[in-house]
């Protein structure tokens, strides 16, 4: 067979229909019905809820793709009759390496996923790719949209489910380098489901905590709290740190926070906490540096993030622009900036 052309190696390359086809497959929990008996294509339209013609369309293309696999010999009912191959059978979502999660289009991971699709705008503007889409950034999307109201809830049980694992991405650190002990009130600002702040509560008992998110987050973490042992010190509120946060607590932690926002969003997040903070207040910021390790992972974080992998002198700058003074450093280490802050 001849060579393909340079055009040929492109377009093949470029191509959206293998993926698309992989993942609308996941969507429609295709391998699932599969595996409960529904090996035809009406059988499978009806428990998708799909038009059957395109549902058969998707199969023929998926057996070209060698994900799924039909009848060698024709059978009673002169139907096609399909199987998941080997190739298919992580699409089932209680396979021990099930991708269905990761591949699904509507949960979050999907959401995000599908803004690589305007990675020309990343390119162009340094924005995240999702601000090229309807709705604009990603946070609010999964945040304020009923839609993934459940995925939150069902995280939040994970979450509960494994609250024995340690800490990610060097979060230990907030709890364990910072001396806690000059502190009573903390507000954790886009504290997600409450992991770090719970954790920082059982290991320090003298503190009560707020967590302020965007409403589908906020109200699990809330769930969260109420069903913990940190019930009578801990409460979630939702709120935006782009609006005035609870204001006179001791401590005002930014963790993972500022990566999300380009310098001006990140200035206006910091000044929001020294308004809050007050005169006698400080701010915990604990921001990450994702590992870069060559150009795809580059442009996958760039395509999510603004500003992956901001360094302490960065951050440092970033604070003195918000009115910020540098009261403590904590140990350097490669994922995780601290630095305590006060109002200059
Ligand atoms: C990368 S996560 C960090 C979560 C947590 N602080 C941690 O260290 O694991 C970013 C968090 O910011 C929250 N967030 C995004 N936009 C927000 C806003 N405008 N106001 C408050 N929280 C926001 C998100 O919902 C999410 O929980």
């Excluded at 199987?83 to 995000?112: C, K, N, Q, W």
């Excluded at 494994?162 to 009130?185: F, K």
């Amino acid at each position: 067979m001849a060579e393909p052309q340079p055009y040929e190696k492109l377009l093949s390359l470029a191509d959206l229909l293998a993926p698309s086809a992989i993942r609308a497959a996941a969507t429609l929990r295709l391998a699932d019905h599969l595996h409960a008996g529904a090996t035809t294509s009406a059988a499978l339209a009806e428990r998708a809820g799909t038009r059957p013609d395109v549902t058969d369309a998707l199969l023929r293309y998926l057996t070209e793709l060698g994900i799924l696999t039909t009848d060698e010999a024709p059978t009673t009912d002169a139907v096609t009759h399909y199987a998941l191959t080997a190739l298919g059978e992580p699409l089932l979502s209680d396979h021990p390496r099930s991708v269905r999660e990761v591949l699904r289009g509507d949960s979050m991971i999907g959401h995000g996923t599908r803004a690589l699709l305007h990675l020309d705008h990343t390119v162009r503007t340094g924005e995240p790719s999702h601000f090229a889409e309807p709705g604009g950034g990603y946070w609010e999307t999964v945040n304020n949209d009923p839609a993934y109201a459940g995925e939150w809830a069902q995280q939040a049980r994970a979450v509960d489910a494994h609250a024995d694992l340690p800490l990610a991405w060097g979060a230990e650190q907030i709890v364990t380098a910072y001396d806690w002990s000059r502190a009573r009130t903390v507000v954790d600002v886009g504290g997600h489901l409450g992991v770090i702040l719970l954790a920082l509560l059982r290991r320090h008992p003298h503190l009560r905590g707020t967590l302020v998110d965007l409403k589908n987050v906020a109200e699990q973490a809330a769930a969260r709290f109420a069903r913990s042992d940190a019930a009578d010190r801990a409460e979630a509120v939702v709120g935006s740190f782009f609006e005035p946060l609870p204001a006179g607590a001791d401590v005002y932690l930014l963790s993972a926070i500022l990566a999300d926002w380009d310098d001006k969003d990140a200035v206006r997040i910091l000044e929001n906490c020294r308004e809050a903070a007050g005169p006698h207040g400080r701010i915990l910021l604990a921001d990450v540096a994702m590992p870069l390790h060559g150009a795809a992972t580059e442009l996958q974080y760039r395509s999510m993030m603004p500003a992956p992998a901001r360094d302490a002198a960065e951050l440092e700058a970033l604070c003195a622009t918000a009115g910020l003074r540098v009261t403590w450093r904590g140990p350097a280490t490669g994922v995780r900036t601290l630095l305590e802050l006060a109002a200059r």
